[in-house]
């Protein structure tokens, strides 16, 4: 059952005992999950209100709440922001709504974030960098998720093989997403501390200034790139460039140069583990906008070529070309967003129980592969290929290695190059 501001105002007071509320106001938040108010006290004092919805809602505010204690105050010092500060909670049933003490400047729109300039692109990408720096102990002594390269790279075949199964994903986005998560290239990266629910919603600013950062509720070690995904969204890619540019300053060398391409990957992928969620409900309007989210991406991708995913580009065929048409200037790829969605919102299908030292299981959806589409089939064939692989970087030769090669002119192949970067 959904509450309104006003109830949660009266919940607040048990909460926190000696408020008096004399305002209130509804709050913007993950309408699934959470129901949100503002209160303004007798005092002039703020107060945020986050009541779940349900058992699992209730669960990533426990999850908040254990992280915000696991910071100590050396992590605290070394961030540019401010944290949340709960003030009380309450029991109502087995559900317990939270109460915050409110911070500092006021939550942006993404015009809002893309009209402050390169500034707040700066200050978001030390932002973003400084949470990537936290040390992976302050999340482990929480127990929260702890996620190695290899692991998450697993996982997200098993949600590929489980999108496939629906037969409701084009298959052109099939084997775009699947190439990238068998580049293992693209997957080699040291895990970091993230922020796991990053976007707009949960920033606060003020003057070019990111003044606090909320909604800690899925922190965990793993990939730094989830917290890039939401950038897919802003149409002005400059200021995704920028934002990068900064973080990549301020990481210095620990900084992954392929963080955009997982984000890209992220933000399309999310669309199908939307509608296998969707699936789940079995919310027929929810599935509808799913389905058609997914065609809409396809449509583009077919149309203008998409962002760049994997590292190693995918085969291509090969043809015998006469004469080589005269060189042209290669034009740059189309940036295609996937259609509006908070993709961080949509990615937590029930997690699994992190292990430290295994490989997660594969979804109970997984089958055998005469039962999966294609794109499980192909699997098979790479599942010999020797662990070690991952762990050592490849060098420039190697990778170059292993890309097709032919016997052809080099000056033709580099007009022939040049013609199929204008496709």
């Given at each position: ?9 009266a ?12 305002g209130?106001a ?6 699934e ?18 009541s779940?919805?349900?058992?699992e ?14 910071f ?14 709960v ?6 049933g087995?559900?317990r ?13 993404l ?11 700066k200050?978001?990408?030390q ?24 692991e998450?790279?697993q996982?997200k ?5 489980t999108a496939?199964?629906?037969g409701?994903?084009?298959s052109r986005l ?38 606090a950062v909320k909604?800690?509720?899925?922190l ?5 790139a989830?917290?890039f ?26 900084a992954?140069?392929?963080?955009m ?15 296998v ?12 906008e799913?389905?058609?989210?997914l ?16 590292v ?17 200037a ?27 030292q ?11 592969s ?8 192909k ?5 010999e290929e ?10 420039d ?27």
């Amino acid at each position: 059952m959904k509450r309104t501001a006003m109830e949660l105002a009266a919940i607040a007071t048990a909460a926190v005992p000696g408020l008096t509320p004399v305002g209130f106001a509804a709050l913007s938040d993950d309408a699934e999950d959470f129901d949100s108010a503002l209160i303004v006290d007798a005092l002039k004092h703020r107060w945020r209100v986050r009541s779940p919805r349900h058992d699992e809602a209730s669960m990533r505010l426990e999850a908040e709440l254990s992280a915000l204690r696991a910071f100590s105050a050396k992590v605290r010092a070394s961030l540019p922001f401010a944290l949340p500060a709960v003030a009380g909670t309450v029991r109502q049933g087995p559900l317990r709504t939270f109460v915050y003490k409110d911070m500092p400047g006021h939550v942006p729109t993404l015009d809002e974030l893309v009209d402050e300039g390169s500034n707040l692109a700066k200050a978001l990408g030390q932002c973003m960098a400084s949470i990537h720096q936290i040390p992976d102990e302050s999340v482990e002594v929480a127990g929260l998720p702890t996620y190695s390269a290899d692991e998450i790279r697993q996982r997200k075949l098993n949600e590929l093989d489980t999108a496939a199964a629906t037969g409701k994903v084009p298959s052109r986005l099939l084997r775009r997403w699947e190439h990238a998560m068998e580049d293992v290239a693209l997957w080699r990266f040291n895990a970091a501390v993230v922020h796991g629910d990053f976007d707009e919603e949960q920033l606060q600013i003020s003057h070019s200034s990111i003044t606090a950062v909320k909604g800690w509720t899925d922190l965990h070690v793993g990939d730094p790139a989830d917290d890039f995904a939401w950038l897919s969204a802003i149409e002005d890619q400059s200021f995704s460039e920028r934002v990068f540019s900064a973080y990549v300053e301020a990481r210095g060398k620990s900084a992954d140069p392929h963080i955009m391409r997982r984000a890209a990957l992220a933000a399309e992928f999310a669309l199908a583990q939307w509608l296998v969620k969707s699936l789940d409900s079995k919310d027929a309007e929810r599935i509808a906008e799913a389905e058609e989210m997914l065609r809409e991406l396809d449509q583009n991708i077919a149309e203008y070529g998409g962002q760049p995913l994997s590292v190693v580009e995918a085969p291509r065929p090969l043809a015998t070309q006469p004469e080589a048409p005269a060189p042209q200037a290669a034009q740059k790829p189309v940036s295609i967003a996937a259609p509006s969605i908070n993709t961080e919102k949509v990615t937590a299908l029930a997690p699994e129980k992190p292990q430290s030292q295994s490989t997660p299981e594969k979804s109970a959806d997984h089958q055998d592969s005469a039962d999966q589409p294609a794109v499980a089939a192909k699997r098979e064939a790479d599942a010999e290929e020797p662990a070690s692989q991952d762990d050592e970087p490849k060098s420039d030769s190697a990778e170059s290695e292993a890309k097709p090669a032919t016997e052809t002119d080099p000056a033709a192949d580099k007009d022939q190059q040049a013609g199929e970067s204008t496709k």
